[in-house]
C-alpha cells in the first residue's frame, strides 16, 4: 500500500512539474517543453523573397486593389453613409447589440504557439505582443533567447501554427453554453496575418500555417446556432514593405508609434513573410482587404483596433466602416467601435465616435455611459494564450458575476477575452468557467439580456437593470441578503408579485411610504443553499409602480 502511495504522490509531482514555472540561475522562466523550441526546428524560409514577392505579384496586386478600391468609393458615393464623422455619427447602434450583452472575443494567432507574457501581480498581460517584443522589450528577449534562441525570428512560428486542435463548431457551441450572444476572432492582428483566405496577402492561413480558412467554418457555426459575428481587424501591423518612388523596397514601421518610413534590411525577410509590396498602405492594400472581407463573409460588427496615433486621413477607416453600412443597409443592423484612429485635430476617438465605444481591461471609467459601450478583458489576466496561467489568475464564477452585472447595471455589454493554445484548443480552465457562468445566467437571463440601465444602478450589493418597457426592476445582488432585502431605491406596484428569479413562488413583501424602503421577505427554506436556485448572485424582479398604467 505504501508503495502504491509513493508512486501516486510522483506521478503527480511529475504532472504538477510540467505546469509549475521554473526559472533558471537568472531568474528567466523556463517554459514546458511543448511552449519551447522544438528539437527538430528549421528555420522557416517563404518561398519568395520581398523583392521577388514585388516583382511577381505588386503590380498585379495594386491593379485589383485599384477596382476594389473605385468599387467601394462608388458604393459610398451612391450610398446613405458617408465617410465623414457626421455621417458615421448618425448611424444608430443596433438594438440587437443593446440586447446582446454578452460576447466572445478569441484573442489566437502565432503569438499563441509562444504562449507567454511577463507575469503581473495584477493588471493585464500581453502574450498576443510576443511577436513584436522579442526583440523590443528586454524581459521579452531574454526569455526568448532562453526558451526559442536568439536565431529564432518571429516568422519562424508560422509552421508551428498549424490549428491542429482547434474545433469552431465546438467554440460556437461553448459560447452558447456560456450564454453568449456574439463572437469576434482576431481575424487579423498587428502582425498582418490573417485567419482567412485574403486576395491582399500570401500571409494567410490557407497560403501558410494551417493551410485553411479558420473563419468560414466559425461564421457558418455562428450562424446555424444564430450568434452575431465580428470581424477584428488591426488597422496597423507592425511591419509593412512599401514601394518608393524609385521602385526601391523600404519598410513601414508601426513598432515606434506613430508609423515612420525605414530603410529595408534584410531581417524583414523573417518579418513580413508574404505580404505583398504596395505603394499606398491604405489605398492598395488596407481599403482593398478589408472591404474585400466584408463582402466575402458580412459581418456583423467592424472591430477596429491598432489604430493608436494614426489619422484616420493615413488608414482611412471612415471609407471602410461607411462601406460596411452601405451594403447592410436595408438588409440588417450592424456595428462599428470607436478604434478609427485620430481626428483632423489629433484627437483620439475612442469613446468619440462609434456605434460601441471599447473599454479595455476596466481602462475608462469615467466615460459616458449613456452610449452603447462594451468592456473588453480576459477570462484571465492575458491578452492571449498564456502557459501561466492557472485557476488562480483565471477569473473565479463568483468575480466574474459580480464583474458582469456590474457592467450590464453601467449600461455595457462584456466581450470578454477566451485565449486558445497555439494549436487552437480552448485550455480547459477556460471552459469549465464558460460553463459555469453559462448555469448562473440560465437562471437570472431575464434580469440581463434585453435589459436597459435604470436610473439607479447601484445600491450597496444590488446592481439593478430594468426591462426596455420600463415596467419592471431587476434588482441583482452580489450577496446573499439573509432573511430579508432591503432596497431604497424601489417603489413596488401595489398588489404585485416580487419573484426570485428561479424561484416559482413569489416572494412576500412590505412597503415604507414614510422610510421610502422596500423590505423583500425570504423564505426559511431558501436559507439553506443547497435549495437556492443559483450561486454567486440573485435576481429579484420587480413591477414598479405606475407599470401597466
Not at 451612391?78 to 450583452?101: I, M, N, R, V, Y
Not at 479558420?214 to 501591423?237: A, M, N, Q, T, V
Not at 488608414?315 to 453600412?325: E, F, G, K, M
Amino acid at each position: 500500500m505504501k508503495k502504491q502511495i509513493f508512486i501516486g504522490l510522483l506521478s503527480l509531482f511529475i504532472v504538477l512539474c510540467g505546469c509549475v514555472q521554473t526559472k533558471n540561475e537568472d531568474g528567466i522562466p523556463l517554459a514546458p517543453q511543448k511552449y519551447r523550441r522544438p528539437d527538430n526546428f528549421q528555420p522557416f524560409s517563404y518561398e519568395y523573397s520581398l523583392a521577388e514577392m514585388r516583382d511577381k505579384y505588386s503590380e498585379e496586386m495594386m491593379e485589383r486593389a485599384a477596382k476594389q478600391y473605385e468599387t467601394v468609393m462608388d458604393v459610398n458615393k451612391k450610398g446613405k453613409w458617408k465617410a465623414t464623422p457626421e455621417s458615421l455619427d448618425s448611424h444608430q447602434t443596433p438594438e440587437w447589440f443593446l440586447d446582446a450583452k454578452f460576447g466572445m472575443f478569441i484573442d489566437w494567432g502565432l503569438w499563441s504557439v509562444a504562449g507567454w507574457a511577463p507575469k503581473e501581480e495584477e493588471g493585464a498581460m500581453y502574450p498576443d505582443w510576443y511577436e513584436s517584443r522579442i526583440n523590443t522589450h528586454p524581459a521579452y528577449t531574454k526569455y526568448h533567447e532562453k526558451n526559442w534562441g536568439s536565431d529564432f525570428m518571429r516568422d519562424d512560428f508560422i509552421p508551428l501554427f498549424t490549428a491542429s486542435a482547434y474545433q469552431p463548431e465546438k467554440l460556437v457551441s461553448i459560447a452558447k453554453e456560456a450564454g453568449m450572444k456574439y463572437i469576434v476572432p482576431f481575424s487579423k492582428h498587428h502582425g498582418g496575418f490573417c485567419l482567412w483566405e485574403s486576395s491582399y496577402t500570401y500571409r494567410d492561413a490557407v497560403d501558410m500555417g494551417p493551410r485553411r480558412d479558420l473563419i468560414r467554418p466559425l461564421i457558418e457555426s455562428c450562424r446555424e446556432e444564430g450568434l452575431k459575428f465580428g470581424f477584428y481587424f488591426s488597422l496597423e501591423e507592425w511591419d509593412y514593405p512599401l514601394i518608393n518612388e524609385e521602385g526601391v523596397l523600404i519598410n513601414r514601421n508601426w513598432i515606434d508609434r506613430p508609423p515612420r518610413l525605414e530603410p529595408y534590411t534584410e531581417v524583414l525577410e523573417k518579418k513580413c513573410s508574404g505580404k505583398i509590396a504596395v505603394k499606398k498602405y491604405a489605398e492598395d492594400y488596407l481599403i482593398p482587404q478589408g472591404t474585400e472581407f466584408i463582402d466575402k463573409y458580412d459581418p456583423d460588427i467592424l472591430w477596429y483596433d491598432g489604430e493608436w496615433e494614426t489619422p484616420v486621413q493615413v488608414t482611412r477607416s471612415y471609407d471602410i466602416a461607411a462601406y460596411l453600412y452601405n451594403k447592410a443597409e436595408g438588409r440588417k443592423e450592424v456595428a462599428v467601435n470607436d478604434r478609427y484612429g485620430l481626428d483632423a485635430d489629433g484627437k483620439k476617438l475612442r469613446f468619440i465616435r462609434g456605434d460601441i465605444f471599447t473599454s479595455e481591461f476596466h481602462d475608462n471609467e469615467d466615460a459616458d455611459r449613456t452610449h452603447a459601450w462594451e468592456e473588453n478583458r480576459g477570462i484571465s489576466q492575458s491578452y492571449g494564450f498564456n502557459w501561466q496561467d492557472t485557476e488562480e489568475n483565471v477569473i473565479s464564477s463568483a468575480e466574474f458575476v459580480t464583474m458582469f452585472v456590474d457592467i450590464v447595471s453601467r449600461g455595457g455589454n462584456l466581450l470578454l477575452i477566451v485565449n486558445l493554445d497555439g494549436q487552437g484548443a480552448l485550455p480547459d480552465v477556460q471552459e469549465r468557467r464558460l460553463k459555469e457562468i453559462g448555469q448562473w445566467l440560465k437562471v437570472n437571463a431575464e434580469g440581463i439580456y434585453d435589459t436597459r440601465m435604470h436610473s439607479t444602478t447601484a445600491e450597496g450589493d444590488v446592481r439593478y437593470t430594468r426591462s426596455k418597457d420600463r415596467q419592471t426592476v431587476f434588482a441583482i445582488t452580489t450577496q446573499w441578503p439573509g432573511k430579508k432585502l432591503e432596497l431604497k431605491s424601489i417603489v413596488p406596484k401595489e398588489g404585485s408579485d416580487i419573484h426570485l428569479l428561479g424561484i416559482e413562488e413569489p416572494c412576500k413583501w412590505s412597503y415604507d411610504k414614510e422610510k421610502q424602503s422596500l423590505i423583500v421577505f425570504i423564505p426559511e427554506d431558501l436559507q439553506d443553499e443547497a435549495n437556492r436556485p443559483c450561486n454567486y448572485a440573485y435576481t429579484f424582479k420587480i413591477q414598479l409602480e405606475g407599470a401597466g398604467q
